[in-house]
T-cell receptor
Framework: GAVVSQHPSRVICKSGTSVKIECRSL??????MFWYRQFPKQSLMLMAT?????????EQGVEKDKFLINHASLTLSTLTVTSAHPEDSSFYIC??????????FGPGTRLTVL | TQLLEQSPQFLSIQEGENLTVYCNSS?????LQWYRQEPGEGPVLLVT?????EVKKLKRLTFQFGDARKDSSLHITAAQTGDTGLYLC??????????FGTGTRLQVFP
């Protein structure tokens, strides 16, 4: 089956620093990847759609200058949280779209900003 | 944006009990998907329902798609502790993007 990995699985950083999260499709190519964030006991909220070779499409209310997305290859998308603050602490999940438009989700990255 | 409301939000039951989770919208969908997410992990696809009125069974889980394709339900028979998790519905990928429902958090106690 299709596998999506995320790295790191968890990260703790100081307020004001930037954190990069990687999302990789391990055994398939994904033109489109999606980034979600999830607060405790809540559902997943779509942040942005990442398309290989073009600019990401951000959902309303998501700051594109704060959450930088790069989808430079068909197997890798990165999300960089710039100048992170405690309110950015969350569980970040990516998904990659395979053939037939099926979504395959990564295991998530837990970000804690101190 | 197509909103999917799930009910109940939280459900706490004992092993062996039956339960039903609902996913409702005012929009019509070409298909609906159900996912289960365990703590600290990504969601895992359980099923996709496509045809209005369709019923799909996955062991003790029964999924139904409403006749009008606006709603869906998930029924679990004889719940087990391993069923604990967050259950999410979402439109099938025929739409532009995958927007999840509000979620139902299920806790099954031994």
């Amino acid at each position: 089956g299709a596998v999506v990995s995320q790295h790191p699985s968890r990260v703790i950083c100081k307020s004001g620093t930037s954190v990069k999260i990687e999302c990789r499709s391990l055994d398939f190519q994904a033109t489109t990847m999606f980034w979600y964030r999830q607060f405790p006991k809540q559902s997943l909220m779509l942040m942005a759609t990442s398309n290989e070779g073009s600019k990401a499409t951000y959902e309303q209310g998501v700051e594109k200058d704060k959450f930088l997305i790069n989808h430079a290859s068909l197997t890798l998308s990165t999300l960089t949280v710039t100048s992170a603050h405690p309110e950015d602490s969350s569980f970040y999940i990516c998904s990659a779209e395979g053939r037939g438009n099926e979504q395959f989700f990564g295991p998530g990255t837990r970000l804690t900003v101190l | 944006t197509q909103l999917l409301e799930q009910s109940p939000q939280f459900l706490s039951i004992q092993e062996g009990e039956n339960l039903t989770v609902y996913c409702n919208s005012s929009s019509v969908f070409s298909s609906l998907q159900w996912y289960r997410q365990e703590p600290g992990e990504g969601p895992v696809l359980l099923v996709t329902v496509v045809t209005g009125g369709e019923v799909k069974k996955l062991k003790r889980l029964t999924f139904q798609f409403g006749d009008a394709r606006k709603d869906s339900s998930l029924h679990i028979t004889a719940a087990q502790t391993g069923d604990t998790g967050l259950y999410l519905c979402a439109p099938g990928r025929g739409t532009d993007k995958l927007i999840f429902g509000t979620g139902t958090r299920l806790q099954v106690f031994p």
